[in-house]
């Protein structure tokens, strides 16, 4: 099979329909009826998962892959990849925010580079104000602290090759940053400017976009780890310079030390630093806990092809 078109669907409803006819007549016009296009039911709380099987019943090249409860965006695009069988893959969203007829222009220029992966950059940062700020805040956020650097504005739309998304889902962590993982896998990645519409609104809130940058920091880099160590050093130097500082004027000037501001105020100082030490190292260890229990990061409740229910193989 030449191409897989794997997007996601939660609160879809609205979009599924148009977006399957576009990503159909953009897959035909490059390939025929050589491809596949794979829904991944992210727990949708609306219609998305029958409008998507009744879709599999009338084009037997719609797959749906139907997960037993909301795992998040991420990993209901890894689990779609994992599920796609075409020589090149074409991950985007179903929203229609990010076109389907982006196809033709990241075909061309993959085929322009022969390049593994060709992935979608925003010109401007669409949305409000304060999504433009948050979002420009976390990526340079995540570039600061993190190993792997990854480029501003991404968009989920990619054209990936079948050996770079093989390559990619060896990736077995369960909790992971997909953006992340991405340029950590490697491979020769080339991008494209794009302008993303905006259609419906964001679902990452303030505090979904907090959590998913200490998530993606603490899964790529362990400089937070590194810094509590410089800070302690250099709170205990300082530590020591003011303790002979303070023996000095009692030995040298008969100083009587005097007032408790200071020290109340040095003890919420210093009980702050160690309960947020405390709460990056509790951070960690609670990754370390959920990586060695190795559960599997989807379940998969049930997949549609040809409008049937498939046997969904379980070890």
Do not use: C
């Amino acid at each position: 099979m030449k191409l897989s078109i794997v997007a996601t669907l939660y609160k879809s409803e609205p979009y599924i329909d148009e977006f399957y006819q576009r990503a159909s007549d953009a897959a035909a016009e490059l390939f025929g009826s050589d491809y596949e296009i794979v829904l991944v039911n992210d727990g949708s709380p609306d219609n998305s998962l029958d409008k998507a099987v009744a879709l599999s019943k009338k084009d037997e090249k719609v797959k749906v892959v139907n997960l037993s409860r909301n795992f998040g965006h991420h990993k209901a695009m890894m689990t779609g990849l994992m599920h796609s069988s075409g020589e090149l893959i074409f991950l985007i969203d179903s929203d229609l925010e990010e076109q389907p007829e982006w196809l033709e222009l990241f075909y061309e220029k993959m085929k322009s580079t022969h390049a593994d992966v060709v992935y979608g950059v925003q010109e401007t940062r669409k949305g409000s104000w304060f999504e433009r700020v948050s979002g420009g805040l976390f990526y340079k956020a995540f570039n600061l602290f993190g190993h792997v650097k990854i480029p501003a504005n991404l968009v989920t739309t990619r054209l990936m090759s079948k050996d770079y998304v093989q390559a990619l889902v060896l990736h077995k962590e369960t909790d992971f940053f997909i953006a992340g993982l991405w340029q950590l896998t490697g491979f020769d990645q080339v991008e494209i400017k794009l302008k993303k519409l905006s259609i419906s609104p964001t679902t990452y809130s303030l505090t979904k976009k907090l959590s998913l940058l200490v998530n993606a920091v603490t899964a790529f880099s362990n400089y937070p780890l590194i810094l509590i160590f410089y800070l302690g050093v250099s709170v205990s130097l300082l530590s020591v310079v003011y303790i002979a500082y303070l023996m000095l004027n009692w030995f040298l000037y008969d100083t009587p030390l005097e007032g408790w501001t200071s020290l109340i105020a040095s003890v919420w100082l210093f009980g702050g630093l160690i309960l947020a030490a405390l709460g990056v190292i509790g951070i960690y260890l609670g990754k370390v806990f959920i990586e060695v229990k190795r559960r599997p990061y989807t379940i998969i409740k049930s997949i549609y092809q040809n409008g049937e229910k498939q046997k969904v193989e379980r070890l």
